[in-house]
């Protein structure tokens, strides 16, 4: 017989990220929804940025208890923030959390960022596996950043999304903006703008004059409508994008299927 | 003054892949198009399957020329799929290509996959830099693979696509099932099933008895409409989904604007 749960069962809060188990913005998120559930953590155990939807199949992955939160169960993953999601789920959990937090990211990942973003695909991930999750960035890269803010609202959406369950796929990705929590003026809800870098690799000669090249670049908004993650952070609101890993570009794939059919 | 493009120039053709530069199936991909355009390879020293989005900020990236393919300029790069895309169009082009082809992976890249997948990142990756792009794989993951029937697809798509401009984002995922070209039924152009991996990691201890894990899983489709690329490719189909990177998901948008703009 199934185990049956009670209406006072916690809910299980899985929390990952893709900075770091050491870093200070997990540990604002845990201590941002500690009284929500009970919360395990498994997270990378060194930063895993921009590594987007990575998983690692060459080879194997280790994982360790930490005692980096208080009362809370923690692990660090040699692996990637998707690897983390996945073996928390079957290794770590034996069980889909009830909801799956990632973050909250030291900078931003609006517009073209969530792409790239280890913190929005670990979220994805658990998505694509049923289980509602939401990633949180402050627009602040920094080691010293002030999470009140994002906190706070951390606290807000996953109190309401663990009362309301609106899709088993729900997929938020949270960006926060880096100004003092009563100066932000409330939640919008938004599409991803088209915002992107405009790469340029930076050349250097290593000390035996063997060339390497550095990624930089420019961020650039080609994006000016107003229901936008870009235009929303700027104008001091939390942003919230839902999304999706359903790719598939439905309105293109309407103009050609008769065009591409008849080439085979 | 810029440089007049005249009619009879050949098209510029980028091609990558994620199995890395030495893979039969970058090779074949060569082939197959080697009469539509110039070609320029930049692809990964090594082989980056699984590495989905990620892109490498954390350290420097290495490109060297290889002289791999008759008469066709070459790199391998240090960096993942994406990198090499944007260090292409950086440093070795100098421009946007026309097009970009990634591939031919050996396994397939439908559904879920495309998410993980190397060879659809950097795909995608070029559309987001407004060029449109096919990211090929082929279902056999073997290095001795039978590419004729995916090289003759590759050679129709990639003729056709030069010919008609859809769209400066275009990004097309094209698998091609593992049979005899001649028994290929043709193109269908489709949606991304839903069918994923359901993992299961694989413990071990090592010889000094300290646990580690392999990523498993099967592959479980759990999606039956025949609009599919699953549906396709089981039915001898060349399965065409075109995608984008546009994750917003605007139903459940609509859905969440009213709820979460009251909690702030």
């Known amino acids: 017989m199934a185990k049956k749960t009670t209406k006072k069962e916690k809910p299980v809060i899985l929390i990952t990220n893709d900075d770091g188990v050491t870093a200070p913005g997990i540990k604002a998120l845990v201590e941002a929804v500690a009284h929500l559930g009970k919360i395990v953590v498994v997270a990378p155990d060194k930063p895993q940025s921009g590594m987007g939807h990575a998983i690692t199949i060459g080879h194997p992955l280790r994982m360790h208890a930490v005692h980096l939160f208080d009362g809370v169960e923690a692990y660090q993953c040699s692996g990637t923030p998707v690897d983390c999601v996945k073996l928390a789920v079957d290794k770590v959990l034996h069980r889909k959390p009830d909801i799956c937090l990632s973050g909250i990211n030291h900078g931003a990942n609006h517009s073209i960022n969530v792409i790239y973003s280890g913190t929005m695909s670990a979220a994805l991930e658990a998505a694509i596996e049923s289980i509602p999750s939401i990633g ?24 309401h999304l663990l009362k309301k369950k609106y899709d088993k796929h729900l997929c938020l990705n949270v960006n926060i903006p880096a100004i ?7 939640i919008k809800v938004c599409k ?29 908004n080609f994006d000016t409508s107003k229901d ?3 235009w929303a952070l700027k104008h001091n609101y939390v942003s919230v994008v839902p999304v999706q890993f359903d790719l598939t570009n439905y309105a293109l794939r309407q103009k050609l299927i008769s065009p591409l059919t008849k080439l085979s």
């Open 136 to 159: 949180f960035s402050l627009l602040d890269y920094s080691i010293e950043a002030d999470f009140t803010g994002a906190k706070q609202y951390a606290a807000i959406l996953v109190e």
């Open 180 to 186: 003092k929590a009563e100066l932000i003026k409330g």
């Open 192 to 220: 991803q703008a088209y915002a992107k870098y405009e790469e340029k690799f930076e050349e250097r000669k290593d000390p035996h004059g063997k060339q390497y090249y550095w990624l930089t670049g420019d961020f650039v």
């Open 228 to 230: 936008t993650d870009e």
